[in-house]
């Protein structure tokens, strides 16, 4: 069975996503996973910011190999400003290849990183989670 995620308090923090000495620590927010496992992850996948708060997901629809069972994606958005995070779970399936999330207005103009997993519908068996990187609202 994979570990899965069953909220944002299940993010890891690698010790190599730390950076930086003594008094002036800093996290590399690429290096967070909230997610591992043996589910296949889209080979293309992408974020980018649409009109407003939006953002769209691009994703690669090609089945995996374990396509017995449909997956779902998951999203996590963290504002880089509040440290706030959005967990979204099972917001489209795979086949989809996309979808366009609105995130809250109060987050108008501000950065939000970024990151995708799938998994099963209970999570039974996830992705490793992917950073998708450092979005401009």
């Known amino acids: 069975r994979d570990i899965g995620v069953t909220g944002v308090q299940t993010c890891a923090l690698p010790i190599y996503a730390i950076t930086g000495s003594d008094q002036n620590l800093s996290i590399n927010y690429s290096k967070l996973s909230f997610a591992w496992g043996s589910i296949q992850f889209p080979?293309?996948?992408?974020?980018?910011?649409?009109?407003?708060?939006?953002?769209?997901?691009?994703?690669?629809?090609?089945?995996?190999?374990?396509?017995?069972?449909?997956?779902?994606?998951n999203l996590v958005f963290m504002n880089s400003v509040s440290k706030f995070t959005i967990l979204r779970e099972g917001v489209a399936l795979r086949d989809a290849g996309t979808i366009t999330f609105e995130l809250p207005e109060i987050w108008a103009e501000k950065e939000v990183h970024c990151w995708a997993y799938f998994s099963t519908p209970e999570n039974t068996f996830t992705s490793v989670s992917k950073y998708l990187g450092l979005l401009q609202l």
């Open 43 to 73: 080979d293309q996948i992408t974020a980018s910011v649409q009109t407003g708060n939006a953002v769209k997901i691009d994703w690669d629809k090609t089945l995996r190999k374990e396509d017995e069972i449909p997956d779902e994606l």
